[in-house]
């Protein structure tokens, strides 16, 4: 249940927005205060809302209030305004909004931009196509609907006449906004649906898209930074002797823990007049470090720890019929462990951004997936009001989940406020590495039974992995029913159904990172119907297509599309099909974040080398809006997957994390890339949900079920291959 | 000896710590931020420019090195973004979050000067060293072969 996880979370600790249900933010909410009045005042023009503007030139200005760190959706969604408003996509010039509650809820996470958007940016649209076809008619003094709008004019559906929007667009501004604005038939998209080109493409293959770490502002110093290699420890003393003739060119700052979810961890910043010069101080400085409670954190023991609590009887958390006597009667019973371990998320750009801290203000340039979470996170630190910090969202160079917890961006305001200066604070790759909110490592332990009829009658689920409400909960003793909502949700027919969890206590910092335990689940399941089905002498695709026909529960919908991407799947890549010797098969599918996936994956392996040949994706989420962006989601989602199936884990010794760069931290190469990776979009006629998200959990279990096609080897712990 | 460089067609005098990466040189002292930062360690690539046309990490790279030398960064790889690598990126859709792209570029236009029609293997060989972690990879091999195409390379 990760995505309501992450919004429950998330709101309940931070955000204005608390009252807003995902997908039902109310219209009248983004529009509050706009109308005329608010139209820029530089250039009259038609701005009824905070998502666009229209010049008496006709040149129209699209905002996007969520944040841009690859998905496309600073395309995505302002393309759905210029679709409803009928504006012509090469005359709209697209800005990125700065926090501002006038943009409804910006956090960016959980794959919810598109369920929480679409809909009230289409409204956006169509409230501003219906004034200037009002402006239109009230100007022929003719009745509404004689007139029509049309790529960017008004059109007399008699006689053709014309008004340009820019011609209405201040006649527009005078009208009232309507409050349930009549949104066009899916017939009638210009840009939805449609392969429309990123806006941003252009500036970023000349180097002119901004990045936090590119932001220069007037008199602005750079930072280097070092942390508590530990949670919880904290700077014993710092000895700047060692600087020798960096002495008079830095400045060295000992910042503290700032007890919040998302504050620093605590360490020591040095300030320079460029980011070599304050690395290399940092170098020289001798610090020692108190490092707390957690010091003797070892990961692989831990892990060990969570799949002994696994495999003996654990906390019930949800249940259904009697899995104990459908165990005992059961005519197949299998029973397997799966163990993942911690990820770094490693997004190119490190944490980075730009912070000018003055006794009147306080401006925030950052690479963030959480502007308003900046703005609360740095009132608590600076003790002012959220509203009076000012954030300019900039491109985010990557995030993955790791860009919504802005510890660096209170960092370098702490850092602002001792120089005195706007200070840009770059983290080097290895505090990126070292200094995460990693995914869990996790343990889950699979215990079920085949009836004579060849039904799946019992599964016991049971896992232990630190969960994200540690981060806000330093009590937290592991996972609740909660944290296995998306084991409890997956629209399976199993009579009899138990989730159990065990205990975990977190000894790091624990954070969403892209499908969060949704890898894990995904994993598990996945294989486990795998072993399953071939200790029945039984088809995997088959048995997951009766665990899905089956089903009686109350999702049928759910049921029938997690079926239908399954179908699509294997039908794409052809399962079944011969393949040559040492090659294989191998299929999983999984509902999160409300959409469905569905891969077929094609591997050859040749001893301990692994050769992904091809991945066919199936995927259900609704309606597309931009089936490019769509299908590179998806393609980004299977090479993610390569990397946390194979190579990459962040492990942990006497507390400490031991990776420090991509030597040991091997994210996924070209040459570890299929050639072939087929995307399909199916359910088109359901309603649009995220895509950021959905694709991961699906390829590492069908490769591992590939894997086991091919030679034989079942693997239950990932990665395989290992990291350091 | 004059300690002068060249940087996209502009000379320009070294002052102060000339054992400064390139990589800072360039993005701190002459506030060109089109060339990232990634790793600092040569294992990533988003750094990479031209070095007297030579693809080099410029976070490796001291200042000192490039000195009386021509340094070409994306910012003028071409005058006005046409270069065919920059086109065929384009048309293929190539960056989500764009920040490794500079380098990916910078690292394929080099390539294609030596080896104007590559096979796919050798595609793949020559960017093992450019990291894109959200996963553009497959349109960068088609961007390259479509770019190498396009410059007229005899592409099988």
């Not at chain 1, 009147?360 to 996170?377: N, Y």
């Not at chain 1, 094609?602 to 299908?631: F, M, Q, W, Y």
Request: aromatic share 8%; glycine share 10%.
């Amino acid at each position: 249940m990760s995505d309501i996880t992450l919004r429950k979370i998330d709101r309940r600790t931070f955000l204005k927005q608390s009252a807003i249900a995902a997908g039902s933010i109310p219209l009248a909410g983004l529009f509050v205060g706009v109308g005329k009045a608010s139209a820029t005042s530089a250039s009259d023009g038609f701005a009824p809302n905070a998502f666009f503007h229209i010049a008496p030139n006709g040149d129209t200005t699209l905002w996007c209030g969520r944040c841009e760190m690859g998905q496309g959706i600073s395309t995505a969604l302002p393309a759905a305004v210029a679709d409803e408003l009928e504006v012509d996509w090469a005359r709209v010039t697209i800005l990125q909004g700065d926090a501002d509650e006038k943009y409804g809820p910006q956090n960016t996470g959980g794959s919810q931009s598109i369920n929480q958007m679409f809909e009230p940016m289409r409204k956006a649209g169509a409230a501003g196509r219906e004034m200037l076809e009002k402006a239109a008619a009230q100007t022929w003094n003719v009745p509404v609907n004689q007139v029509e709008a049309r790529n960017h004019a008004v059109y007399h559906k008699g006689d053709n006449r014309r008004l340009e929007y820019g011609e209405l667009a201040s006649l527009a501004g005078e009208l009232p906004i309507p409050e349930e604005p009549t949104l066009k038939t899916r017939d009638a998209f210009r840009y939805i649906g449609k392969p429309l080109q990123r806006h941003d493409q252009g500036a970023i293959v000349v180097g002119e898209r901004v990045y936090g770490a590119d932001v220069v502002v007037p008199g602005m110093k750079y930072a280097a930074i070092t942390h508590v290699p530990v949670m919880g420890g904290k700077v014993k003393s710092v000895d700047e002797s060692g600087l020798g003739d960096l002495a008079e060119k830095v400045q060295v700052v000992t910042i503290d823990r700032f007890e919040r979810p998302y504050g620093s961890l605590g360490g020591v910043g040095v300030v320079a007049d460029n980011t070599w010069t304050a690395q290399q101080a940092l170098k020289r400085l001798n610090i020692e470090w108190d490092l707390g409670p957690h010091a003797t954190h070892d990961s692989d023991a831990y892990k060990a720890e969570l799949v002994e609590h696994v495999e003996a009887p654990g906390t019930k958390v949800s249940e259904r019929g009697d899995v104990d006597k459908a165990l005992e009667e059961g005519a197949v019973r299998h029973a397997a462990t799966y163990v993942g371990g911690y990820l770094s998320h490693s997004p190119m750009e490190p944490m980075a951004s730009c912070v000018d801290v003055r006794d009147d203000r306080c401006e925030v340039w950052a690479s963030t997936q959480a502007p308003q979470a900046i703005q609360e996170d740095l009132g608590a630190f600076l003790g002012r009001e959220p509203k009076d910090i000012t954030v300019h969202v900039m491109a985010a160079g990557g995030a993955f989940g790791r860009k919504f917890k802005c510890d660096y961006v209170q960092e370098a305001a702490a850092l602002s406020q001792a120089v005195g200066a706007p200070v840009q604070l770059t983290w080097s790759r290895e505090e990126d590495t070292r200094t995460g909110y990693y995914h869990s490592c996790s343990a889950q332990h699979i215990e079920a039974a085949i009836d004579d009829d060849g039904n799946v009658s019992a599964w016991l689920h049971r896992a232990a992995f630190p969960p994200i409400a540690s981060l806000f909960d330093p009590t937290n003793k592991g996972p609740g029913e909660r944290e296995l909502g998306d084991v409890i949700r997956q629209p399976f027919a199993i009579n009899n159904f138990r989730a159990e969890v065990g205990e975990a206590i977190a000894h790091t910092r624990i954070g969403w990172w892209r499908a969060v335990y949704n890898i894990f689940y995904g994993f598990a399941i996945n294989v486990f119907v795998d072993e399953l089905a071939r200790k029945a002498k039984k088809d995997p695709v088959d048995l997951l297509r009766k665990m899905y026909s089956d089903y009686k529960g109350d999702e049928p919908e759910r049921a029938k599309r997690a079926l239908a991407v399954l179908n699509k799947a294997a039908d794409m890549g052809g399962w079944g099909r011969e393949v040559p010797e040492g090659h294989g098969l191998g299929i999983a599918v999984h509902y999160s974040f409300s959409s469905y996936t569905a891969m077929m994956v094609h591997v050859e392996v040749d001893g301990s080398d692994i050769k992904v040949h091809r991945v066919d994706c199936a995927v259900d989420c609704g309606l597309v809006l931009n089936p490019d962006i769509a299908t590179a989601q998806m393609e980004g989602a299977v090479i993610m997957g390569i990397g946390l199936a194979l190579n990459t884990e962040i492990q942990f010794k006497d507390g400490a994390v031991v990776n420090s760069n991509f030597h040991n931290y091997p994210v996924t190469r070209i040459n570890d890339v299929p050639k072939e990776i087929n995307v399909a979009f199916i359910g088109q006629e359901n309603t649009s949900t995220g895509l950021g998200e959905p694709g991961v959990p699906t390829f590492a279990p069908a490769l591992i079920n590939a894997i086991y096609d091919a030679s034989g080897k079942r693997h239950r712990s990932l990665p395989i291959r290992g990291s350091a | 000896m004059s300690n002068r460089l060249n940087v996209n067609g502009k000379s320009v005098t070294v002052e102060g710590d000339e054992s400064m990466p390139l990589l800072w040189y360039l993005r701190d002292t002459l506030s060109m931020k089109g060339t990232k930062f990634g790793c600092g360690m040569g294992l990533c690539g988003a750094c990479t420019v031209h070095l007297d046309g030579q693809a080099v990490r410029a976070c490796l790279t001291p200042v000192s090195t490039a000195i009386g030398k021509s340094v070409t960064t994306i910012e003028g790889l071409s005058e006005d973004g046409t270069h065919p690598l920059q086109v065929a990126w384009q048309e293929n859709n190539v960056p989500q979050c764009g920040y490794c792209q500079a380098g990916q570029i910078m690292s394929a236009a080099d390539f294609l000067k030596k080896n104007p029609s590559p096979t796919a293997e050798e595609i793949d060989a020559a960017m093992v060293g450019n990291i894109c972690r959200c996963g553009t990879y497959v349109r960068i091999r088609k961007a390259i072969a479509d770019a190498a195409e396009q410059m007229g390379g005899d592409n099988e």
